[in-house]
């Protein structure tokens, strides 16, 4: 661990990565965390992020090297990792390279890890067969990529209410009133493949007809608790500098809106999640539960 004194002014990229770390600040301990990747080290971020979220006083300041596939390339991370010892986790599929930055760690007495040889380990253990290695193997532009596009574009066509004459072709649809985090669980569950529309629930303002004939796709209810949304609204009309004498932020209002959405899901038997302490990560974990359940029953029909 460091000190952040230690001269930061020298290397401008942990600036960046500090100031990229809405959880940097200069009272906590700091690490230097090096990624190192043959393809876009998405999986390296992923991993090392997942893994960090779990020290609270602890901030990483991440160096990332994607794409690392010549020997100048190497020679330039070993350098930085070098001038800036910590933690090294990489995604190497050359053997040689792998060996080589490993054994620059050793001497510096860095630790070193490859994160994908032991789930590479197990599975060559259970199927009996050794991988083929191919850098960024799991980014060739397959079936799967071309259905996330695919989800894509469709969920940001029928966006907040959107409908496209189409909505028969989603796999979800998301319910709610105003601020429940509809939009980004779309935008998640679309870079997961799956096909998300999103209806507003407005006071006074029927359903589309669309939503009440719909046979094939999950409906799910998204809701918070009164206070919270009052607070994420408060926070909107403030950013826009707009008026807040407003129903919009009133908690009565406000509360008489969630009830009503509540009893709207429950006379139509539409699943309903509670979005008030779930990040949309969370959120989006919750609809796939009700979405497998969903398809097998829909198969079962």
């Known amino acids: 661990m460091g000190s952040l004194c230690d001269s930061i002014s020298d290397h ?7 100031f990229a770390n809405p959880g940097a600040n200069v009272a906590r301990n700091y690490f230097h965390l090096h990624l190192v990747s043959d393809a876009t080290g998405e999986t390296l971020i992923a991993v ?3 893994a960090a979220a779990q020290y609270e006083t602890v901030s990483a300041i991440e160096h ?7 020997e100048a390339q190497l020679a330039r991370v070993l350098a930085e990792i070098e001038a800036s010892p910590g933690v090294v986790l990489y995604t190497l599929v050359e053997p040689e390279w792998s060996a080589r930055l490993e054994a620059f760690c050793r001497d510096l007495g860095c630790p070193c890890l490859s994160v994908l040889n ?3 380990s197990l599975f060559q253990s259970y199927l009996g067969q050794a991988s083929a290695p191919k850098p960024g193997a799991q980014h060739v532009l397959n079936a799967e990529y071309f259905r996330r596009i695919d989800a894509m ?4 066509l029928h966006d907040d209410g959107q409908l496209g004459g189409d909505l028969e072709s989603a796999d979800i ?3 709610g009133i105003s601020r429940t985090s509809k939009t980004p669980t779309s935008i998640y569950l679309a870079n997961r493949g799956i096909k998300t529309a999103n209806i507003p629930l407005v006071p006074n303002v029927p359903l589309p007809p669309e939503l009440e004939a719909l046979k094939k796709p999950l409906i799910v209810g998204l809701v918070a608790s009164a206070d919270r949304i009052v607070q994420i609204r408060q926070n909107r009309l403030l950013s826009l500098r707009a008026d807040d004498e407003t129903p919009y ?7 008489d809106e969630v009830a009503q959405s509540r009893r709207l899901c429950a006379r139509k038997g539409w699943p309903v999640i509670d979005v008030t302490r779930r990040s949309i990560e969370e959120t989006a974990a919750a609809i796939l539960d009700l979405l497998r359940d969903h398809r097998m029953k829909f198969i079962a029909t």
């Open 118 to 120: 032991p789930v590479l």
């Open 48 to 50: 090392s992020r997942a």
């Open 249 to 255: 932020v009133d908690p009565a209002s406000v509360a």
């Open 153 to 156: 574009n469709y969920t940001l």
């Open 173 to 175: 649809v998301l319910v």
């Open 64 to 70: 990332v090297y994607p794409l690392v596939r010549s």
């Open 12 to 18: 401008p990229a942990l600036e960046v990565a500090l």
